[in-house]
């Protein structure tokens, strides 16, 4: 058996959920060959050190000078195919699905995704489904297994021994591939605190009303040195931007105290801030969901109490 398993990097650095995928992949049947595959657009960029992978592929391309998650599969797919792998693997990060989604589309295989463990033996995979909600059991029908990682699943083990040997190739790409890239990089407004990390996260929901209607939330935010966040019914309307969303499609954050202000509490929302260990709803509805995850509740108009709480803590903090 063969094993492919492609790893993301940050300046030349194998980022961990790579590393669990690369750790997931060793462990696949007894004895399984494996190969890592790096795209990057120039061969400098190959990783050093140990990893637990038997060799290393770069595929080099001046189109992986940036993210061209197409362009990436295809160099994936032509490894794969020379290498005669049957299991490709990818860590369960938002551009390690997309990369393996579209190796999967290349193949017209099936994806198993955000797996937790694996039974190679007949291909019996577990994974999150439903924001993390459940786990499912699938056996995967395919010629070649193609799984992603759910990140943190297994711990990332460094490779003993010597460092795998790395080689380099060319890959070739079509024109639609490379077509497919990022073009430009704009810094999200976060404040100084990123949400995913933030002690404190004050979001906003379709009840703040409108995109000025977060003015009291982000006073708030400000007073409490938080980060802002919102709902995918405000990043839908167009109020704020994607990377302000928590949930199961926006980001997941375990901050000390959420302050939800009309946010109604959908599962996929309450996928991504269950971590939090406390919650404060602020919502005019006294049957809105959130308030059965709720630690602490206002049932209010949020225009009236979010202002009065930023009051308070002024006046508190002014005596
Ligand atoms: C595949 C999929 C993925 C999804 N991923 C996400 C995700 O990542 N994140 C996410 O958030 N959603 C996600 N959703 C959408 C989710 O199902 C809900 O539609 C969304 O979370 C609702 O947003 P909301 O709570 O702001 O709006 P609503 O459900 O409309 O709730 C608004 C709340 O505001 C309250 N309210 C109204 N006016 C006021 C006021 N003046 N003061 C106080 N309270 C007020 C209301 O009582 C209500 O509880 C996803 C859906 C799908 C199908």
Redesign the pocket.
Known sequence: MTALVYLEQTDGAVDEPSLQAATMASSLGGGAEVHAVVAADTAALAPAGPLPVDAVQVAVHEAFGSYAPLAVAEAVVELAGRLGATCVVGPGTERGNEVLAHVAALLDLPLAANCVAVADADARVTRVRWGGSLLEEARVDAPTLLLTVQPHAVAAEPGAGDPPSVETFTPTLSDAALALRVVERVGAATGGVSLADARVVVSG???A?SEEGFAPIEELAELLEAAVGC????TMAGWRPHTD??????TKIAPEIYIA?????????M??CKGAKRILA????RE?P?LQSADYAVI????EVVPAISAAIRAARSG
């Open positions: 929901g379709r009840g009303g709902s995918r019914a405000v969303q928590v949930g199961q499609t926006g202000c009309g946010i109604s509490g959908a599962t996929q929302h996928a991504g602020i919502n005019a509805d809105a959130i209010g108009d949020l225009h």
